[in-house]
């Protein structure tokens, strides 16, 4: 084979290596897109009524806690969209729960935050209702918040009382940090028992309000 024949051939193999490497790249794109969207796709709202103990990462749409005891132990909890609490208790546990949206708390759920390497992220509004006092569950890891913080306690329209004074008591090394990029309202209905023991504030924009 002339040398004229052989440069054409290398060359020719070269561009076919090439393109395959281009076609090969975006099928792996394709494919991690794809696992992406399915991921999501599959993320359901769920219910929790009796208790549960993640063995590994989970991820919901919406999600409500009812009863029992949700247990990170040590996990990644991502709540796409709200996570409504109207019973039971969230246990981080040494994890990580991620909610986009808002998180509330109320009637006889509760929020336990025990571990140094707690770590909860709400990407909404945090609201508490509860009727349980958190006088010991709120003494250790970080609260990440993006939007509003309400603690409630009084009477309803109806003239029954609702929340307990201490539903947001928080001690130790427990600290709440504020991140939002507009305007944050802080509003307690006991500030006299429910408070920040320990207040960070990170926003690339708007205010902290105090109401």
Known sequence: MSNGRMNQFSGGAGALK???????????????ALFCLS?????????????????????????????????LNGKTLTVQGALTQTGGAVYINGGTLHVEGNYAISSAGYLRMINVADR??????????????????????IMELKGNFTQIYGANAGGVYIGNVYNFTTSGSFKIIFTGSGDQKIFFSSPAYSNFNKLGVDKSGGKLIFD
């Open 18 to 32: 090439r393109a395959m490497m281009v076609i090969l790249g975006s099928l792996g794109l394709f494919f991690v």
């Open 39 to 71: 991921a999501k796709a599959y993320a359901v709202n769920g219910t929790i009524s009796t208790g549960m103990t993640l063995t590994a990462d989970a991820v919901y749409d919406n999600l409500t806690v009812s009863g029992g005891t949700l247990n």
């Open 120 to 141: 909860v992220y709400v990407g909404g509004d945090f609201s508490t209702s509860s009727s349980i006092s958190h006088s010991t569950y709120l003494t250790t890891g």
